[in-house]
C-alpha cells in the first residue's frame, strides 16, 4: 500500500521569502514521487519528480525537492516566491509494478505582496 | 501533441438528469483515471482503469460508472445525478509499465448539479 501526507492545506508566505511545502510518503516499495501545481481554473501539470539517481531534484520555476528516505519525506522549496507562485500544489507518490499514482490532498499556496 | 482531453468543459445538469464525460488521450497509455476534485478536499478517485476492457473503484465510486472500450478512451457516467455531484472533474493517464513517469491530467470539466 501507498500513501501521501501533505502537512498543511494552506501555507502563507511572502513575497521574496522562502517556500516551503512539505510531503510524507508512505510505501512497501521504494517509490518515485511527484509534486504536481495546479494553476486556478487549470489542470495539473508536473512540476518535478524523483525516480532513481540523485535525491536533490529541480524542477520548474525554481523549485526543487528533496527526497530524505530516511524521513520518508520529499519536501518542496523555493528560495525566494514569486507572485506566480500562488497556486495548488499537490504531492504524488507511485510504488513499483503495476501501483497506480496516489495523490496527497494538496496544498494552497498564497504569495503575500 | 493532445494529450489528456476531456469533453465537455462546463455542463450543467438538473437532478435526476443523466450525462457521459468523455476522456481521451493519444500517448498509448495503459492506465486511464477520474478524479473529483472539491474545494478543501484535495483530488479523489472515482475511478480507474488498467486497459482496455477493465476498471476498478476507487475511493468514492458510488453514483458514477466508467467504460473502457478504446484504449484511448475512458467514459465517466452519471446515471441521476445529484447536488452532491457538483464538482471539477479531471480525468489522467499513465504508463503501467513505466512507473518512472508521470501521469498526465486533462484541464477539467466543471459540473453543475442544480
Known amino acids: 500500500a501507498q500513501s501521501v501526507t501533505q502537512l498543511g492545506s494552506h501555507v502563507s508566505v511572502s513575497e521574496g521569502a522562502l517556500v516551503l511545502l512539505r510531503c510524507n510518503y508512505s510505501?512497501?516499495?521504494?517509490?518515485?514521487l511527484f509534486w504536481y501545481v495546479q494553476y486556478p481554473n487549470q489542470g495539473l501539470q508536473l512540476l518535478l519528480k524523483?525516480?532513481?539517481?540523485?535525491?536533490l531534484v529541480k524542477g520548474i520555476n525554481g523549485f526543487e525537492a528533496e527526497f530524505k528516505k530516511s524521513e520518508t519525506s520529499f519536501h518542496l522549496t523555493k528560495p525566494s516566491a514569486h507572485m506566480s507562485d500562488a497556486a495548488e500544489y499537490f504531492c504524488?507518490?507511485?510504488?513499483?509494478?503495476?501501483?497506480?499514482?496516489?495523490f496527497g490532498i494538496g496544498t494552497k499556496l498564497q504569495v503575500i505582496p | 501533441n493532445a494529450g489528456v482531453t476531456q469533453t465537455p468543459k462546463f455542463r450543467v445538469l438538473k437532478t435526476g438528469q443523466s450525462m457521459t464525460l468523455l476522456c481521451a488521450q493519444d500517448m498509448n497509455h495503459e492506465y486511464m483515471y477520474w478524479y473529483r476534485q472539491d474545494p478543501g478536499m484535495g483530488l479523489r478517485l472515482i475511478h480507474y482503469s488498467v486497459g482496455e476492457g477493465t476498471t476498478a473503484k476507487g475511493e468514492v465510486p458510488d453514483g458514477y460508472n466508467v467504460s473502457r472500450l478504446k484504449k484511448q478512451n475512458f467514459l465517466l457516467g452519471l446515471e441521476s445525478a445529484a447536488p452532491s455531484q457538483t464538482s471539477v472533474y479531471f480525468c489522467?493517464?499513465?504508463?503501467?509499465?513505466?512507473?518512472?513517469?508521470?501521469?498526465?491530467f486533462g484541464q477539467g470539466t466543471r459540473l453543475t448539479v442544480v
Open positions: 504524488a507518490v507511485r510504488g513499483g509494478g503495476y501501483q497506480k499514482v496516489t
Open positions: 510505501s512497501s516499495v521504494p517509490p518515485y
Open positions: 524523483y525516480t532513481t539517481g540523485a535525491t
Open positions: 489522467a493517464s499513465s504508463y503501467l509499465s513505466r512507473v518512472d513517469t508521470e501521469a498526465f
